[in-house]
């Protein structure tokens, strides 16, 4: 069992990043840009279809 630590000695806790370097940075699409049709999108993923739907509140689900 490892030892417990004290406030004195536990280890420091370090935030994480603010920002990614580009490389590493997800590409972004606003949700509108996607449901410019309409309420519904279909994304196709490897054969499969997706469904992403905007709700009345909207909220975002994503289904299969």
């Known amino acids: ?4 630590h004290s406030l004195a000695t ?3 806790w370090h935030p994480a ?6 490389a590493l940075t997800p590409p972004r ?3 509108h840009e996607l449901l410019t049709a309409g309420p519904v999108a279909e ?3 490897d054969g499969q279809i ?10 975002l689900i ?3």
């Open 43 to 45: 994304i196709d993923h």
């Open 17 to 22: 990043p603010t920002h990614m370097p580009a």
């Open 10 to 12: 536990a280890p420091a």
């Open 62 to 64: 994503l289904t299969k």
């Open 50 to 59: 997706y469904r992403l739907r905007r709700t009345s509140q909207g909220k």
């Open 29 to 31: 699409w606003r949700s």
């Open 1 to 4: 069992m490892p030892p417990a």
